[in-house]
């Protein structure tokens, strides 16, 4: 797998670049940037990617995927143009700011018959969700009654830059932050959402700001199973971490508590990383710490690469988280 980076503007770039140079044989051709000062970061930890204009690397044949990180709003019509010259796409969330960026997408990948992929990295990156759902399609927790994610981020303000200020570049705390748990939600349940209800706040995290830094959202499935999201940008300054990220399953006879980041309940002990917590009718809180197994996501679109389809992102419902999470942003309903 040959691959090539366009647009660092956002640090998961590193942990894509990361994850698919784990998949042997696998080579990054190049990385092309419109703000160079973003390449000194880049080019420490990975020096042995070339620096290559954006043109050369879309005119190299041998090229098989591009990843990018773009600024959020500019992934939507770069990912029209590397679909349409005929690569692969591999973008960071959100991939889309606006809803006039869809149907170009949606014929990009039609009419290109390459792939696309969105790293939705809470999920992706995270070594409980698989568990947590082979423990649910086992039987060890029930028939699924509701989910609860919740995604505080850090604001650090100083380091922000300025495209974040922005709303048209930025696009929203919902469709930014909150898309992580409609991409959990839907891939969970293997459910579309039928309907929502969504909320939006500006509580003061950014002073003088213009910016919303609360968002939240009540979900149904289309089978009946219910969601609840929130995602902010209040996480203390003094959190060891950058956010308290949770995951809550509720079934019929069982729960599954995931907690992403940081056990907070158990710092300054051993048991202060991540873990997951399962709690049924057989037994009572058992502890499930994160383990060493690597990631699942590299190998998933090098295979997707292999074969012609997409075993990260299911196509279609790929569409519908993006296209649900904009429309819970255009339609939030504003408390503050």
């Known amino acids: 797998m040959k691959f090539a980076v366009i647009g660092i503007n956002h640090g998961h770039i590193y942990g894509q670049v990361e994850g698919l140079l784990t998949v042997p044989g696998s080579q990054c051709a190049g990385v092309a940037v419109d703000q160079p000062h973003l390449l000194e970061e880049f080019s420490r930890r990975f020096p042995q990617i070339p620096i290559r204009t954006r043109e050369s690397i879309l005119n190299d044949a041998t090229v098989d995927l591009i990843a990018s990180a773009s600024i959020n709003s500019d992934r939507g019509p770069l990912a029209v143009e590397v679909l349409s010259r005929g690569k692969h796409f591999f973008v960071d969330k959100p991939p889309l700011t606006d809803l006039a960026q869809l149907e170009p997408l949606r014929r990009a990948i039609a009419t290109s018959g390459k792939l696309f992929f969105v790293y939705y990295s809470e999920r992706l990156s995270n070594p409980f969700d698989q568990q947590a759902k082979t423990i649910y399609q086992q039987g060890g927790i029930g028939e699924l009654v509701h989910l609860m994610g919740l995604g505080p981020h850090k604001l650090n303000a100083d380091i922000r830059p300025d495209w974040i200020w922005n709303p048209r570049q930025y696009g929203g705390v919902i469709n930014d932050l909150l898309s992580h748990q409609v991409d ?108 060493n197994q690597p990631l699942a996501w590299p190998q998933h679109i090098a295979s997707s690469l292999r074969t012609g389809k997409n075993q990260l992102n299911d196509p279609e419902m790929v569409l519908h988280v993006i296209e649900t999470t904009l429309r819970m942003q255009c339609q939030a309903i504003r408390v503050k």
């Open 184 to 291: 959990w939600f839907c891939w969970f349940t293997d459910q579309k959402i039928r309907q929502f209800s969504s909320r939006l706040g500006q509580f003061g995290a950014a002073a003088g700001r213009e910016f919303d830094d609360f968002g939240d959202v009540m979900v149904t499935a289309e089978n009946g199973i219910t969601g609840y999201f929130r995602a902010d940008w209040f996480t203390p300054e003094k959190s060891p971490v950058w956010g308290d990220v949770r995951g809550l399953i509720v079934g019929t006879r069982g729960t599954i508590e995931i907690r992403r980041i940081i056990n907070l309940g158990a710092v300054d002990t051993p048991d202060s990383g991540p873990c997951m917590i399962l709690t049924n009718d057989q037994s009572g809180p058992t502890r499930i710490p994160a383990g």
